[in-house]
């Protein structure tokens, strides 16, 4: 005999196998529309558990373990790994065994949207102006910054080999203030 | 499912430790009923060794069904030493307790418990 769920909002969907055969009781449920059932997954094999199965086992330290069958709670008593055991879901994740509905559902898409804001450090017009600039303009820019940089850098580069010459010409008076030699110390 | 003989251990911070079921009511208990029994181990508190004293079962190895068609089952079998009215002797109850006791009238008990399952 089925006992009515006292379990809220929700609805289920009686199929045959699960009406008794000839009570009045239920025909009239038959009818009932298509309902949504809370289903709860097994601590072990990660399978759905549907109202009135499983076994709830709570132990000393307060873990609590659903379990489906005495089947899945043998096995976690044995203390079998259930990523070992091909028929739980943990080993079908772990073998990536469902991936293709996986994988369709991650795919995404890339969106290219086209600037309607101004964004803090540019305005919209830079923006638009950027967009619009054709490739090979935006190349030779490119191309000019870089030559400035590499100016910039020689520039650089002779300034400090012209400055070392000079405080070698001045290298004698330079001794008394800035001892090189890692301080000798002068006993006389 | 308690029967003369069982040992249960005792939750709560009555004194005793450990009780053994000298008498139910019916062939078996289960969580939710009191019983009788007598202190096997204690320590120093309200009860001594030796003493026959009144018990509600509040967890038991045994599977207990619900209406809603779950099932329930601890690691252990457990006691909280009561009075005949159903008020704990201890003041706290430090294992785990259902909501069977609500039906039980046993008030006290659920609202001392620290995790009610």
Sequence with gaps: MLVPLETGPTVARLSAAWQPAGTSLFEGLVECATMVLKTQTCRFSGLRIYPGRGVLYIRVDGQQFLFLKQKCRSLFIQRKRPAKLAWTTLYRKQHRKDLEAQVARKKRRNVTRSATRSVAGTSLEIIAKKKAEKPEARKASREAALREIKERSKKQKTDKAQQKLQAKAAGGKAVKNMPKGGGKVNIR | ?117
């Design chain 2, 1 to 117: 499912m308690i029967i003369d003989g069982s040992r249960l251990v005792v939750t709560d911070n009555s004194g005793a430790k450990e009780v053994e079921c000298i008498k139910t009511r019916g062939r078996y208990a289960s969580i939710g009923d009191i019983i009788t029994c007598s202190v096997k181990k204690a320590v120093r508190g309200k009860v001594t060794q030796g003493q026959v004293v009144k018990a509600v079962i509040v967890e038991t190895k045994k599977e207990v069904q619900r209406k809603d068609g779950s099932v329930i089952k601890f690691d252990r079998n457990s006691a909280v030493l009561v009075n005949p009215k159903g008020i704990p002797i201890g003041t706290r109850v430090l294992g785990f307790v259902t909501h069977e006791l609500r039906a039980r009238q046993m008030m006290k008990v659920l609202s001392l418990a620290a995790r009610v399952f």
